[in-house]
């Protein structure tokens, strides 16, 4: 999988220079924009800093002031009828339902599910409009220049954007925390609610699990964004972190664009 991967996106690649430093875009047809940082540096990029649709990236943030905000995970909150409306990707909770709020974060980042994401906005925000009020007072902070929310779940907005660049700059800073670091990795997560309903989600990252030293970050597809990730490996002392906006194959691009980084990361240049 990995060469042949490694095959589709060479064939499409700008031939290299002789000489001098390679070229900022090796890999047109990875994706629309993408970011391929090795070590702190970077190696590849395409559009980095050109705004887009984030689709569920979108929830990296919410995770982050879920847990800045600090508060027992062990806390039961409640879901309301919004966030059980909430469409698309879903845990099937239902208004009414208690669930505790370390368990809303992990389906939040693993299951990437809209309910469970939303009664956690809600909890942490007090309501919906200002937690996404806090989401770009953070992003602010952060000299996130091309990012903007709408809601905090990821759906298309007219508003919601962000740029691979930022993307990565807000992953590295999520990825300091210990707990998330462990909760994007799971590939998996359950739950049982206050009144003993149990309730499961898979992860929508296929590289966990199945692409050696994969052990993050997130997927998000919408039609607007289309096929979305941010992507981190460890391996052999190595630390590789991608990110990819709008990737018409994104499990090949994602595992070529690894593997080629892995490759030159062990070099050491």
């Given at each position: 999988m990995r060469l042949l991967a490694a095959a589709l996106l060479l064939a499409s690649a700008a031939?290299?220079?002789?000489?001098?430093?390679?070229?900022?875009?090796?890999?047109p047809g990875a994706a629309r924009s993408y970011l391929v940082e090795a070590g702190g540096r970077v190696l590849w990029?395409?559009?980095?800093?050109?705004?887009?649709?984030?689709?569920?990236?979108?929830?990296?943030?919410?995770?982050?002031?879920?847990?800045?905000?600090?508060?027992?995970?062990?806390?039961?909150?409640?879901?309301?009828?919004?966030?059980?409306?909430?469409?698309?990707?879903?845990?099937?909770?239902?208004?009414?339902?208690?669930?505790?709020?370390?368990?809303?974060?992990?389906?939040?980042?693993?299951?990437?599910?809209?309910?469970a994401c939303l009664a956690l906005a809600e909890h942490v925000g007090g309501g919906v409009g200002p937690f996404v009020e806090r989401m770009n007072r953070r992003a602010a902070e952060m000299g996130l220049a091309a990012t903007a929310f709408e809601n905090p779940c990821g759906h298309d907005a007219p508003g919601q954007q962000s740029s691979a660049r930022?993307?990565?700059?807000?992953?590295?800073?999520?990825?300091?925390?210990?707990?998330?670091?462990?909760?994007?990795?799971?590939?998996?997560?359950?739950?049982?609610?206050?009144?003993?309903?149990r309730l499961r989600g898979k992860t929508g990252n296929a590289l966990l699990g199945r692409l050696d030293g994969a052990v993050g970050v997130k997927s998000g597809f919408t039609p607007g964004a289309g096929k979305c990730l941010v992507a981190l490996v460890e391996r052999d002392g190595a630390e590789v972190l991608a990110v990819l906006l709008d990737a018409e194959i994104r499990w090949w691009s994602a595992s070529a664009l690894l593997e080629e980084a892995l490759a030159e990361a062990g070099k050491g240049g």
């Open positions: 031939p290299a220079a002789a000489e001098g430093p390679p070229p900022p875009d090796p890999f990029a395409r559009d980095p800093d050109a705004p887009r649709l984030p689709a569920s990236l979108t929830k990296i943030m919410t995770a982050l002031l879920a847990l800045e905000a600090g508060g027992s995970p062990e806390a039961w909150i409640p879901v309301r009828a919004r966030a059980a409306r909430e469409t698309g990707t879903r845990l099937g909770l239902r208004a009414g339902d208690r669930i505790r709020a370390g368990d809303a974060l992990a389906a939040t980042l693993v299951a990437s599910a809209n309910d930022d993307l990565l700059r807000l992953t590295r800073v999520a990825l300091r925390i210990p707990e998330f670091r462990r909760l994007v990795a799971l590939q998996e997560v359950s739950l049982v609610t206050r009144d003993g309903r």
